[in-house]
């Protein structure tokens, strides 16, 4: 366990003005997206696609590190390069995503307990020999009538620490990412209700597990209400968020990369920016996101040679954005000068 490099992989991911571009889709996830637009899911549309978003015109500008599936961090690009090293070469940290799924909670109906701590240790350390310098582990917390329960908190919140500490083994600093997930018609209260429990357990056993703060990442979901419930303005969002953070995240924990998890590619700019002009916090708060950063590229790139140099460019411009945002600097003129 090299704690130096540790602290220094994490202060480097949550850098001021730079987040991660979560690129870890499992086949079936990338197969689902692709589906919908009428793309073939191979693993070579898969390169074609990963590899258009790291080859981006200046990436490193906005980009600090890209979370990759394992089949991704063994693939090269067109010159043959691998990817962990097409990535380095441009100063952003290659990730990988080590979690093996969300999987039915036995005994808790309706709920998830995320799963791959089996083999995790000889897994890491090829990972690490492969070049990835931190990893992500995803638990995913349900809420709906009575849940989640008490066993699903703990069972997920155990499942990340034990992760968490197995990975600053092996020298790869954990992304922590308890994700409460938006689908539902509960209300603002409920979200920062189930979050902060969900966040204060998380840490109690982190704490536990002899996790070191100053060498995880951690990646929340925002406090706002369900999807099928009446939308919160984004300055609510924001300071709900924020004083839920707070509460529950020491400050010894460099940075907070959140997920999208299912927002409008301007909610997910216009929040982390309404957060980060509340200013004075004691972590950077930045972007880890998925659909928020790929959702028009892929569509604009729909499967076709032709189009990878405009979805590029719808890429870029999701980064920049956010990028923005990451400092409390976007303002909705910097979408429009774009379209
Ligand atoms: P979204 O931003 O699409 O939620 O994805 C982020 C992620 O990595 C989910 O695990």
Redo the contacts with the bound molecule.
């Keep these: 366990m090299d704690k130096n490099l540790l602290k220094e992989t994490a202060q480097k991911m949550v850098a001021r003005g730079k987040g991660i571009l ?1 690129a ?1 889709e499992s086949h079936p996830t990338c197969g689902k997206r692709f589906e919908a637009l009428g793309i073939e899911n191979t693993s070579e549309n898969r390169r074609i696609y990963r590899q258009m978003f790291f080859n981006s015109p200046d990436v490193e500008k906005y980009i600090s590190g890209v ?1 990759l599936f394992d089949e991704t961090l063994r693939q090269s690009d067109d010159a043959g390069v691998p990817f962990p090293e097409n990535l380095n070469a441009k100063g952003l940290v290659p990730g990988i995503k080590v979690d093996t799924g969300a999987k039915d909670l036995a005994g808790f109906p309706g709920e998830k307990v995320t799963e791959g701590l089996d083999g995790l240790r000889d897994r890491l350390a090829e990972y690490f020999e492969l070049g990835a310098r931190f990893a ?1 582990w ?1 638990a995913v917390i349900t809420i709906g009538d009575g849940i989640p329960s008490e066993g699903c908190y703990m069972a997920n919140a155990h499942a990340l620490a034990r992760y968490a500490r197995l990975c600053q083994e092996a020298s790869i600093v954990p992304i922590v ?1 308890p ?1 409460v997930l938006m689908d539902g018609d509960h209300d603002i209260d409920v979200c920062d209700r189930v979050t902060t429990n969900a966040l204060h357990l998380t840490f109690r056993q982190l704490e536990e597990q002899d996790v070191m703060l100053e060498g995880i990442v951690l990646k929340p979901s925002m406090i706002i209400p369900g999807t099928g419930a009446a939308a919160a303005g984004r300055d609510v969002v924001a300071s709900r968020t924020v004083d839920c953070l707070k509460r529950t995240v020491p400050d010894a924990v460099p940075g907070i990369a959140f ?4 927002q409008s590619d301007e909610d997910a700019t216009g929040h982390l920016d309404a957060m980060n002009k509340l200013g004075g916090h004691p972590w950077n708060l930045t972007f ?5 950063l790929q959702a028009t590229a892929m569509k604009t790139w729909a499967g076709k040679a032709e189009n990878l140099a405009a979805a590029s460019a719808a890429f870029m411009q999701r980064a920049r954005s956010n990028a923005a945002a990451s400092t409390g600097e976007w303002d909705q003129t910097l979408e429009q000068s774009a379209s």
């Design positions: 979560a870890d979370i992500k995803r990412e994700e997920l999208s998890g299912g880890s996101y998925g659909r928020a």
